[in-house]
Every structure is written in structure tokens, then in C-alpha cells.
């Protein structure tokens, strides 16, 4: 009997921690079969599992770098031949490396774009493929506050997260007469590696809220934007930021 029958089946990008892995377990406590990617960090993979299955869900591991456009494309037609359908897809790789603008290396500038923009159009592309005969589906990129307000030393990041925008709102046009919907989540000062070395005591005065959001606080959001209960929710931003603007 295939273990996935009755279940919705999401793919979830940059999944070995932070927001990808709460959005893994989430998504996994709600009954989908939860495939975790990741580029490098396989430890991190195998306890996003782990916790997938504490949480009483299922699902796999399955490595592929999104930026690497054939390597990405050979693993997504993989995956879509294994499951009679692809449910949920949820873009959520990216990297930072942040400099000022003028003092920026190409490679900081390509790594950061080849990552979040062109892996979006990497992963979501051949997905979109499986999604349409299905006349069904939902994707949630993951974007940034930075993506809507800018941030100072983050231009290469701020450029890739607004681009997702960009993409996503064209795409959900596209596809919102056959049955899918695209959206995106902006979180703010999240409580992940990612922040690790910000000013977070210097940050939280700038927050309404006057505290850093947590990794499940926007997993949540993005299960929403999953669910039926987001049927008529399309091309938006939802930003999950404790208030900014």
C-alpha cells in the first residue's frame, strides 16, 4: 500500500533547520509526507526528519543544490515520477552574505541571487509542470522584510527577496485559473542562525512587538496559505514581522 495514500505531499526546500525545518514539522503534524531538501548540512537534514516523525508524520530526505539548475531538475522529475500527485511546494532556500554595496564581491552578490531567485525558478518551474495536469497545488516562497524595506549591507539580499515577490505575483496570474495558488511569506528578525551576529538587542527597539519572532510563528502562516482554508488567497504577501513596516 503506498504510505503517502490520503496524504497531500510537500516539497520543502533548504529544510535542515531554522524556518525550513518548523515549516517540515508543521506541515508533517498536519498530515502532509514532508520531502526535506537540503544542499550540504545532511546532519541537519536527518534531525529535521527525526522531528517530522516525533511530530507523528512521514517523509524523506532528498539532496539537491537549488541553485544548480540540472541537478535541481533531475531531482524534481525524480520525485514527481515516485507521487501521483505534488501538493505543496515551499521555496525556502536561501543564503545571506552581507556587505556594503560598494565593497561587494561578485561572488557575494551571485551566490545569494543564484540561490534564492534562481533556485525559485529552478524548483518551482518543474513543479508547476506536475502541478497543472493536477488541476491543483499550492506554493509559498519564503521572501524577506528585507525584500519590502530594504536593509543596509543586505543589497545582493534584499535584491533575490524582492525578486521572489516580483516572480510570485506574475506566476499566481498565470496559474490561479488552474487551481494553484502562489504566495509568499516576509518574515522579520526570526530566531535563527541567520541572525546570529546581528545587534538583535539594538533590532528588537525597531520591532513594535519588541521581540524576535519565532520559527514556528511563521510556519503556521505558511500552513495556512496551504490549506483550504486559503482558497480564495492568491499572489499576496504576508509579512510576519511583529509589526513593521
Known amino acids: 500500500m503506498d504510505e503517502t495514500a490520503n496524504r497531500k505531499v510537500a516539497i520543502v526546500t533548504g529544510a535542515s533547520k531554522g524556518i525550513g525545518r518548523a515549516i517540515c514539522v508543521e506541515l ?7 520531502i ?3 544542499r550540504s548540512d ?4 536527518v534531525q529535521s526528519l527525526e522531528l517530522i516523525k516525533e511530530a507523528g508524520g512521514d517523509g524523506e530526505i532528498v539532496q539537491f543544490n537549488v541553485s544548480d539548475n540540472e541537478e535541481t531538475q533531475v531531482a524534481i522529475e525524480g520525485i514527481c515520477s515516485r507521487f501521483e500527485t505534488v501538493d505543496i511546494l515551499i521555496n525556502n532556500a536561501g543564503i545571506a552574505a552581507d556587505e556594503l554595496f560598494v565593497m561587494m564581491r561578485p561572488e557575494a552578490w551571485n551566490s545569494v541571487i543564484n540561490t534564492s531567485l534562481n533556485g525559485f525558478y529552478n524548483v518551482t518551474r518543474p513543479v508547476l509542470e506536475k502541478m497543472i495536469p493536477q488541476k491543483k497545488g499550492a506554493v509559498v516562497t519564503i521572501s524577506s522584510a ?8 543586505q543589497a545582493n539580499y534584499a535584491a533575490a527577496k524582492a525578486g521572489l515577490i516580483g516572480a510570485s505575483r506574475v506566476v499566481a496570474s498565470e496559474v490561479a485559473r488552474l487551481g494553484i495558488r502562489v504566495n509568499v511569506v516576509a518574515p522579520g528578525l526570526i530566531d535563527t542562525d541567520m541572525i546570529k551576529d546581528a545587534p538583535v538587542a539594538n533590532i528588537k527597539t525597531l520591532i513594535p512587538m519588541a521581540r524576535i519572532g519565532r520559527p514556528q510563528e511563521v ?8 490549506s483550504e ?5 492568491t499572489g499576496q504577501v504576508i509579512s510576519v514581522n511583529g509589526g513593521m513596516f
Not at 510556519?219 to 496551504?226: E, G, P, Q, W
Not at 482554508?229 to 488567497?233: E, L, M, P
Request: charged residues 15%.
Open 146 to 153: 528585507a525584500g519590502i524595506m530594504g536593509n543596509r549591507g
Open 28 to 34: 508533517a503534524a498536519w498530515g502532509c509526507y514532508v
Open 229 to 233: 482554508d486559503a482558497s480564495y488567497i
Open 42 to 45: 545532511e546532519a541537519g537534514a
Open 219 to 226: 510556519a503556521k502562516v505558511v500552513r495556512f496559505l496551504c
Open 36 to 38: 526535506v531538501n537540503y
